[in-house]
């Protein structure tokens, strides 16, 4: 990429041959025997925690140093407006794999486990030959964090190769596992050891169609980067969203700052992933996505973190180069989000779509083909989280002109993007816009019903706060959450 940081189970096999009953006889030859010229295109997605689409110099950034990603969007797809569904860690990646929202695959929450039961792309792309791999931060195992071992098997998802943890943020000294119980630590920013695995990963597969994500931790807080990258970035001499609050504990300058020295350390990470594809002759037949599970407030409305209806919240980057098909240079403003990501990549695959996916296929809308996309995007926040200052679950729908979102018993915020980008003017309680309140107020609702949605998906337990669903056991629901807690009255926590 040449790009320099300092210039810018049975009866799952089942389910899983059940969701790709069309399989080819192309795809049942083993990988290493189908010639080149007719391989199916391999697909790459890196995945990093926690970056907002705002923090791009593609995206219009003028402090944000990303040679390596902006370079990767020059030679395929921008697409200006992607958005997580439930842009919080676990519940945004289950919607990534499954091509379903979080109310369907049961990932209501932080923490949980991943139902077995659910399909992933990876196990659907396995079935048809594919290479798989995770390397980084899995976060969909629930449970202890740590130490973070996820045995091989169905805890996997369909994952073959592993260089990964549940949960931990320790950027300096990450641990990972490979398919025994022994961590490996290493004692480098996590974001290179990531890039090492993901060579290994390349060099080791050969030819054969891959399916490969690399999930580094960074730039989710704490933020850090190595001193080279600190270095980078005066925090005095910053350019603030017209949003930003002065104050905001979690959103200072020092921490901007900070934010963006490990995106830049990030970004040189991608470049040498990126370079390395490219060298091993794999660069025109793989589709490499680059996006984030959600994004951060950092200040931004006097709020930090994420789970908010806020665009420093929900959207995030939408990257996609693939020379033999896309190309090079082009943006769309269509409406994309994680839940249209696995049956779109299973599409451009030329892998069937199971019947269970919610998420639309934007094939051609990657291809150029069209540039509508869905009308809008539907939100969730299924449970409160003191910790980030989420007081209410609430839904939300995005337009391509406005955002709307409502906790169950109260309208909450109304935006019109065209004329105020920065979501300064809430417009909830203007008498003057009653009536386009009402309007996306019934969309909403409609899309929901659509979706199989409703408030019955509202917990307001506060089982995201004090660890109560990673500290002692290991749940897949709520309920279970619940059940576990009225027989452990001296361990659960309570308010």
């Known amino acids: 990429m040449r790009c320099n940081s300092s210039d810018a189970a049975s009866m799952r096999a089942f389910v899983v041959l059940a969701a790709i009953s069309g399989l080819s006889a192309r795809a049942a030859a083993p990988a290493s025997e189908q010639p080149a010229a007719t391989r199916p295109p391999s697909v790459l997605i890196i995945l990093p925690d926690e970056w907002r689409a705002q923090a791009l110099g593609c995206m219009g950034n003028v402090d944000v140093r990303t040679p390596c990603v902006d370079k ?51 196990e659907i792309l396995a079935a048809r030959g ?11 195992d629930g449970g ?82 190595p001193p080279k990258y600190m270095k980078m970035y005066d925090p005095d001499a910053l350019s603030l969203r017209p949003n930003w609050v002065a104050g905001t504990p979690g959103g200072s300058r020092r921490d901007l700052a900070a934010y963006y020295a490990a995106i830049t350390a990030v970004d040189e990470q991608v470049g040498r992933i990126v370079d390395a594809l490219d060298a091993g002759g794999r660069r025109d037949d793989t589709i490499v ?40 240079g082009r ?25 269970a996916m919610s998420g639309s296929n934007l ?49 909450w915020v109304l935006y019109d993007l065209e004329r105020d980008p920065y979501e300064l003017h809430n417009l909830i309680d203007d008498p003057a816009s ?13 899309l929901m019903a659509r979706r199989g949605d409703s408030w019955k998906y509202t917990w307001m337990d506060k089982v995201e706060d004090r660890g109560r669903l990673f500290r002692f056991e290991t749940f897949e629901t709520i309920e279970a959450y619940r059940d576990w807690a009225r027989t452990h009255p001296n361990l659960a926590p309570r308010d």
């Open 130 to 140: 594919y290479r798989t791999g995770f390397i980084g931060k899995w976060h969909l």
């Open 434 to 446: 009653a009536a386009l309140r009402q309007k996306l107020d019934a969309q909403l609702a409609e």
């Open 363 to 411: 094939a051609d809308v990657v291809l150029g083909r069209d540039d509508r996309g869905p009308d809008a995007v539907l939100f969730q926040i299924l449970v409160p989280f003191d910790g980030d200052r989420t007081p209410l679950p609430w839904r939300g729908i995005r337009t391509k002109t406005h955002m709307y979102a409502r906790t169950k018993d109260n309208a």
């Open 144 to 225: 202890p964090r740590m130490p973070g071992f996820v045995p091989p098997g169905p805890r996997r998802q369909g994952f073959q190769f592993w260089a990964a943890n549940e949960c931990e943020h320790n950027h300096f000294h990450p641990s990972y596992f490979r398919d025994d119980p022994r961590p490996i630590v290493d004692n480098r920013f996590e974001s290179e050891v990531w890039a090492d695995r993901a060579l290994e990963f390349l060099k080791s597969t050969g030819d054969a169609p891959f399916f490969l994500v690399v999930a580094p931790g960074p730039p989710h807080d704490p933020y850090a980067a």
């Open 72 to 122: 990767l969007a020059s030679e395929g797809l921008l697409c200006r407006t992607m958005f997580a569904n439930t842009p919080v860690c676990c519940p945004a990646r289950a919607v990534l794999m499954t091509g379903r929202y979080a109310h369907q695959n049961g990932m209501v929450a932080n923490d949980l486990r991943l139902r077995d039961s659910e399909t992933t792309i990876a």
């Open 289 to 328: 996505v680059f996006t984030s599970d959600h994004g951060d407030m950092l200040g931004s409305h006097g709020s930090i973190l994420k789970r908010k209806p806020w665009e420093e919240s929900t959207r995030v980057p939408g990257i996609i180069r693939y020379p033999a098909r896309i190309a090079a």
């Open 331 to 355: 943006t769309s403003n269509a409406l994309v989000s994680h839940v249209d990501l696995a049956p779109t990549l299973l599409a451009l695959t030329d892998a069937p779509v199971p019947a």
